[in-house]
């Protein structure tokens, strides 16, 4: 009896996976989507949607409802990483972007000054629009982990420690938004909180879809110097 109630239970749970994964296919796409302005010329898009799809599945097996999160907050993070992993393997870097990278970190964790791209390319030798090119490349390709907090991810560790933590981080990245300037904390709050494309915070900014990128980038850049600071 306790065997076929256990066969019962696990078909059930194989059930609730499936129907996740099958009601939330448009939603892997919404996430590519979101991504596609960025995206270098030549990217595979099928090959994007399929990994944003393994991402989903993942989510799906270790999603638990008992929790209170709703499932699209808890997959958002998986697809959009197994996306960007995929990205990654066959879009990395440049070697120049990644030794200009190097650079902008360098002088980013040596000097407290600020991190707007004219200082930092003050200090590096670069040009502005090499920084912000730069910037626009990496903020893609290798995101923070604090940006996770802005997906609203949740950790699925339920460790009291580790989830006061995460209240701590949540709280410096609260007060790090509110401390941007009006028209980044507006574009920060719009792609991440409202989940909007570029396209469409370009429509609410009147500004190209790379005039949207690099203020993204920008106000991405002063939160990282702000929750670093905050958090060492």
Request: hydrophobic share 40%; with cysteine.
């Amino acid at each position: 009896m306790e065997s076929a109630l256990q066969t019962y239970r696990d078909a059930a749970r194989k059930g609730d996976r499936d129907r996740l994964v099958l009601e939330h296919l448009d939603y892997v796409r919404h996430v590519v989507g979101k991504l596609i302005s960025e995206l270098p010329d030549g990217v595979d898009l099928e090959n994007l949607e399929a990994a944003g799809v393994l991402g989903l599945v993942e989510a799906a097996a270790h999603f638990d409802a008992s929790r209170g999160v709703a499932f699209t907050t808890f997959a958002y993070i998986r697809i959009r990483g197994a996306v960007l992993d995929e990205l990654r393997r066959n879009s990395p870097l440049s070697q120049q972007m990644a030794q200009r990278w190097s650079r902008i970190r360098e002088v980013t964790h040596e000097d407290e000054g600020s991190s707007t791209p004219e200082a930092i390319a003050q200090r590096t030798g670069l040009s502005v629009d090499e920084v912000e090119e730069c910037l626009q490349a990496v903020r893609l390709l290798h995101p923070d982990t604090w940006q996770d907090e802005l997906h609203g991810g949740i950790s699925t560790d339920s460790n009291a420690d580790d989830a006061l933590d995460r209240e701590e981080r949540k709280q410096v990245l609260a007060d790090a938004i509110e401390s941007l300037p009006e028209r980044q904390r507006l574009v920060i709050t719009l792609y991440y909180a409202e989940d909007l494309r570029l396209k469409e915070i370009g429509a609410v900014l009147d500004m190209t879809e790379s005039g949207v990128s690099r203020l993204l980038a920008r106000a991405e850049l002063q939160l990282r110097q702000i929750v670093r600071d905050k958090l060492d």
